[in-house]
């Protein structure tokens, strides 16, 4: 069994997570202009039907979907490599030591297997979310120049910004699990450090996630 410590740790990081994007969404209940995020889809969608009402090939269009593109394969590359350097260090026979110098808990090889398992799935998802965003970017580009006068049903600008918007909640997705990676790489120096390093992220989560005032 793994030490009880370890295990109350993840349980109370895992439902501090949860409970934050549960008042979260409650929050957007009530305000749906309170984060930054909802305050993006609807941009987004302003901004598809701004350049498919004006019936001409947006270059400027273009080049801020490509930097979109950039900006997602950029993290998909990153959330490789950062899954590469987990493999290896899963490989190495002084992981247990080298991870365990500040640790006030145990260092038994199964848990130290389980934080690299979850580590590892952390990137994992992280890279399915980035590549995934990727991929609605690419049908985006193509679909956002298409006039609104051609009166084609599937490329309507709702529809366009339903892909627009998905592609973003993707980015979204895979930036927060780049953020939850800091308490599971905390966990290696202990449960202590991990649950230290939740409140600190939930805390960083809170600001960065309400949308500025510009008042």
């Keep these: 069994?793994?030490?009880?410590?370890?295990?109350?740790a993840l349980v109370v990081s895992l439902a501090l997570a949860a409970s934050y994007h549960a008042y979260l969404s409650w929050h957007l209940r009530r305000d749906p202009h309170h984060t930054v995020h909802s305050v993006n889809m609807i941009a987004r969608a302003r901004w598809v039907e701004t350049v498919m009402a004006s019936g001409k090939m947006d270059v400027l269009a273009v080049q801020t979907l490509r930097n979109s593109v950039m900006a997602a394969s950029f993290m998909a590359s990153t959330a490789i490599l950062l899954m590469i350097g987990?493999?290896?260090?899963s490989g190495t026979d002084r992981a247990g030591s080298?991870?365990?110098t500040l640790d006030f808990g145990t260092t038994?090889?199964?848990?130290i297997t389980l934080k690299l398992i979850l580590l590892l799935a952390d990137f994992f998802f992280a890279f399915f979310c980035f590549s995934m965003a990727v991929r609605f970017f690419n049908h985006v580009g193509y679909m956002i120049n298409i006039p609104v006068a051609h009166g084609l049903q599937a490329v309507t600008p709702a529809q366009v910004a339903a892909y627009l918007n998905r592609a973003g909640s993707y980015y979204t997705f895979g930036t927060r699990a780049f953020f939850f990676c800091v308490p599971l790489v905390f966990w290696f120096?202990?449960?202590h450090f991990m649950l230290a390093a939740a409140v600190a992220l939930i805390a960083g989560l809170y600001r960065l996630d309400r949308a500025p005032d510009g008042k």
């Design 86 to 89: 987990t493999l290896t260090l």
């Design 108 to 111: 038994d090889p199964r848990l």
């Design 1 to 8: 069994m793994f030490p009880a410590l370890d295990i109350a």
């Design 189 to 191: 120096f202990g449960p």
């Design 98 to 100: 080298l991870w365990h």
